[in-house]
């Protein structure tokens, strides 16, 4: 099967085990994304909570929970338009500089390879 077919048929693969699972088209599933999003930011308050008191979750250097949050919104970036993040939230700059270091730190593993 060629690169094309295999992207097909995963694609309608994806599609039909989504949409089985949640009862629902993949349309109708975006549609209703924009009203998830307002209880995502309310429960991503005890990381607000925390950072207030702490430079990273994990303390004074960004460790394995601060990267585990920033791969939520990653991926939320891979996926979706929309900016899980409200514009003013601090947890924008937490995010970017978690990120900052570990793009930093990867170029460091890759030059020592």
């Known amino acids: 099967m ?3 077919g295999r992207r097909t048929s ?3 693969y994806f599609r039909q085990s ?4 949640f009862g629902r088209t993949i349309e ?3 549609d209703e994304a924009p009203a998830s999003l307002e209880p995502f930011r309310r429960a991503l308050a005890p990381i ?10 994990s303390g004074s250097e960004p460790l394995y929970a601060d990267y585990i949050v920033c791969a939520v919104f990653r991926w ?3 996926v979706s338009d929309d900016d899980a993040l409200e514009g003013n939230d601090p947890l924008k700059r937490r995010r970017s500089e978690v990120l900052q270091r570990f793009e930093r730190d990867l170029a460091d ?3 020592a390879l």
């Open 109 to 111: 593993c890759r030059q």
């Open 2 to 4: 060629s690169r094309a």
């Open 48 to 57: 607000r909570t925390t950072l207030e008191q702490q430079p990273f979750l």
């Open 28 to 30: 109708q599933l975006a």
């Open 18 to 21: 989504r949409e089985a699972r």
């Open 76 to 78: 939320i970036s891979k």
């Open 10 to 12: 995963r694609g309608a």
